[in-house]
């Protein structure tokens, strides 16, 4: 890859205003707002001749702006109009200043496609078409089509059929062509938000039909295509909506195509910081924003977090505390114990070996872990810091960790209001556990349980097993994050003879230690819950669970136990001390 020097814009003398949200090109252009110039993205498009590209990075990275971009470059409504272009690195070549406007452009984003309900998401994606549709009704007024044709564009609306709606781009695109004499040029932003969405609330498979017979209408047998390009976070899985398009051109993170051409390099950063006198802050800036990778270049920043901070000055979780980061929270949440326990890893900074399949399977999301991480990778919520291969038997395990300090800050957030539907209860009982006060946990816990047990609940009828463990691990993340300045919390480790639930060791040598174990009464073994905390507690002695803090010089007289019975909603914490009931 041929190395470029950075560009931050074209006047050196004035400077910029950095504005907020702009995702209109000329707008930012014209404006004299700050802008890392990005054009030579058209170039290498053009000039790679795929004909349908698909390109995912994460939110906020520029996705939006340069779709405007070449929407703004390529098509007719713009012609005689490429002074915008002037003095960035694409209109350096003649030919391509000969380029600008030449092409029919349909331009669309699936970024407002959210809703509850499959109905309700076809009517917003049909409406969206109906918008397109607006745009072209001088069609109605030419010799190039037929009254049928005329009627077809007439029938367009939010309540339309679904096949007019799974053709409707595809039939634009030869009514287009017969006008202007030339095939179109499509682009579709954010392809992949109805998906997400339709994971989210439960219609997916409906959502993935009609998303498959547009696509394969639109991209695979539309004779009036010139070229498309369809951004997105995700690569949904092949078999899922592509399985029609064999010539799809798919640029993950990890290819090298158009590697610089979404986010900022780190050249473009440290310049952006010089331009506007933070010189002496590129540690912090580095700390807080840097480590995406994309391709050959590990050191992507991300440009929202960059422009907020340009603007205000101030170190913030800019890109985390935007959009949604519902299905991040939900799949950690509502994830299985080994999610969970992964979280609480990545949350001390350590890192995770995983499979990663950069092809999204919704499907596996409630079932498979690595396909979480797959899409925390795609998402930029993680960063693969490397990869081994086993020549045996092909494995690749990824070396993942959080990928900045901003990340970090997002996932405790998060996790912390988990438990704020249940107001001060959940605080009470950390005082508690603190203060050594077993009957003010018995309470304290019980209102926390029936106040947010359902939360961790997947909505696939989970088992009366799974139910607590889901729980319990979001409790256990829950107190890793609270008390992360007293305690190294720890759960599900080798300790004695067994895996110990929950330990947490103190840092200062004041506090004492505690370790709790988790158990569902079974009736068949356990007359009451008593007998289903006192069996917690036994199982704490004869595994001998204290033994890894007797080692690092912990005192017996220090290690507090309690043991955890649940029945349903129902909590009782029995506890003993120093090894005896």
Known sequence: MRFRKASVGRCDKMKRTVGIGIQNFEKLITENSFYIDKTHFIREWWENKDEVTLITRPRRFGKTLNMNMLERFFSVAYAGQGEVFGGLSVWEEEKYRKLQGTWPVISLSFAGIKAS???????????????????????????????????FIKGISANMDNHPAVSSLCTLSEFLYRYYGKKVIILLDEY??????????????????????????TFKTNLYLERAVMTGITRVSKES???????????????????????????????????????????????WYDGFTFGKYRDIYNPWSIINYLKTGRLSAYWANTSS????????????????????????????????????????????????????????????????????????????????????????????????????????????????????????????ALTTFSYFDSGKSPSAESQPERFYHGFVLGLSVELADRYIITSNRESGFGRYDVMMEPKDQEDNAVIMEFKVRDARDEASLEDTADAALAQIEEKQYEAVLENRGMPKERIRKYGFAFEGK??????SRAGHL
């Open 241 to 287: 909506i592509f399985s029609d398009l064999n010539h799809l051109t798919v640029v993950t993170p990890t290819s090298e195509l158009y590697a610089d051409c979404f986010g900022f390099t780190e050249e473009e950063v440290f310049a952006a910081l010089d331009e506007y006198g933070m010189q002496d802050k590129r540690c912090e800036v580095k700390k």
């Open 117 to 151: 309900s499959f109905p309700e998401a076809k009517k917003s994606l049909c409406y969206l078409i109906e918008k397109l549709y607006n745009r072209y009704e001088f069609l109605l007024n030419e010799n190039c089509l037929n009254e049928k044709e005329k009627d």
């Open 192 to 217: 992949d938000t109805p998906l997400q969405e339709a994971w989210v609330y439960g219609y997916w498979r409906e959502m993935a039909e009609f998303i498959k017979g547009l696509f394969n209408s």
């Open 325 to 448: 980061n519902s299905l991040a929270d939900r799949l950690v949440r509502e994830g299985n114990a080994e999610v969970k326990i992964s979280m609480e890893q990545l949350l001390k900074g350590e890192h995770l070996y995983r499979e990663i399949d950069e092809q999204i399977v919704f499907d596996q999301l409630d079932t498979d872990e690595n396909a979480v991480w797959s899409l925390f990778l795609a998402g930029g919520y993680l960063k693969a810091e490397g990869y081994t291969l086993n020549e045996d038997t092909g494995e690749e395990l990824y070396e993942l960790a959080l990928t900045n300090k901003e990340v970090q800050i997002m996932f405790r957030r998060m996790i912390k209001k988990w438990f704020s539907r249940s107001g001060t209860v959940y605080n009470g009982f950390i005082r508690a556990l603190l203060q050594d006060d077993v009957k003010s946990m018995n309470v304290y816990m019980n209102r926390v």
């Open 570 to 575: 129902e909590v009782l914490i029995r506890q």
